[in-house]
């Protein structure tokens, strides 16, 4: 498997597991939802991912949270381009991920400085996104899930979850590959369209998403599959979400989607020295 990745010309070696931390510039995200809404906290925030270790920081202004608000594209343009053009002013080698699923979105913040599309519905929501991931030549990560954030929690029926899930990507990577697209990350995508259990057996059976022979993408950060099992809070699920992130690297996981990057930094640090 190839799990080199090109971010603007730059060679990401993926076969090292590396973490990306999530920056939500949303009011109703469901653990730091209008944390980051005035710029000095963002650049304070960005500053502090990097320096604790993140390769990529994942911008996101559309909450994918069920029952979260829907929004315009007008809208997600006006809270997400003038980060990123901030960000990029501040820190210009970052590598910015941008998580939508709207083309529009995707197109101009990647001509502002973005370097990569983390899309939740795989190009299923935007008839458009394909071609745009495949025009612009980023990486793409696309997700599983089914139906949207609003009626996903009603969609968790399946026939087989993993193979279920493995069938989705099969599909998707190859519509994917036909456009051109090179670099391709799967994202299971956890609490999207499943249960607690089905997370877990997810989790569980990690080591059979491989089958698609790509980098895996593991989002277990602060997830109500941590605290809901804990009788507890996204404020109190960190030391959860170190556990279940240590399982995922064990499993196979290439990148590491976090709230807090210091911690799961020392889990591939700790992982990797298990593993050599």
Request: charged share 25%.
């Amino acid at each position: 498997m190839n799990k080199t990745i090109n971010c603007k010309g730059q060679l990401i070696d993926l076969s090292q597991p590396k973490v990306m931390g999530i920056l939500n510039v949303t009011p109703d995200s469901f653990y730091d939802g209008g944390r980051f809404k005035n710029k000095s906290l963002v650049i304070r925030q960005v500053e502090t991912m990097l320096n604790e270790g993140a390769t990529f920081i994942d911008i996101g202004a559309y909450s994918s949270r069920p029952d979260a608000e829907d929004i315009s594209v007008d809208e997600e343009l006006q809270r997400s381009l003038p980060i990123v053009e901030f960000i990029i002013k501040n820190f210009p080698k970052v590598l910015l991920s941008i998580d939508t699923f709207r083309s529009e979105v995707a197109q101009a913040c990647v001509e502002a400085g973005a370097c990569m599309i983390n899309d939740i519905s795989a190009g299923r929501l935007d008839k458009k996104m394909l071609k745009t991931v495949a025009k612009l030549r980023v990486p793409y990560i696309m997700m599983h899930m089914k139906g949207t954030p609003k009626t996903m929690q009603n969609l968790t029926r399946y026939t087989n979850l993993v193979k279920d899930i493995n069938l989705y990507f099969s599909e998707h990577i190859a519509k994917a590959r036909a456009l051109g697209i090179v670099d391709l990350i799967i994202d299971p995508g956890f609490g999207f369209a499943k249960t607690t259990a089905q997370n877990f057996e997810l989790l569980n059976k990690f080591e059979l998403l491989k089958l698609a022979d790509l980098p895996i993408l593991a989002g277990v950060s602060r997830k109500s599959m941590i605290y809901k099992t804990l009788d507890a809070s996204a404020d109190d699920a960190l030391n959860g979400t170190t556990v279940l992130n240590t399982i995922a690297l064990q499993k196979g996981a290439s990148i590491l989607r976090v709230h807090d990057v210091k911690e799961a930094v020392e889990c591939v640090k700790l992982t990797q020295q298990l593993q050599s």
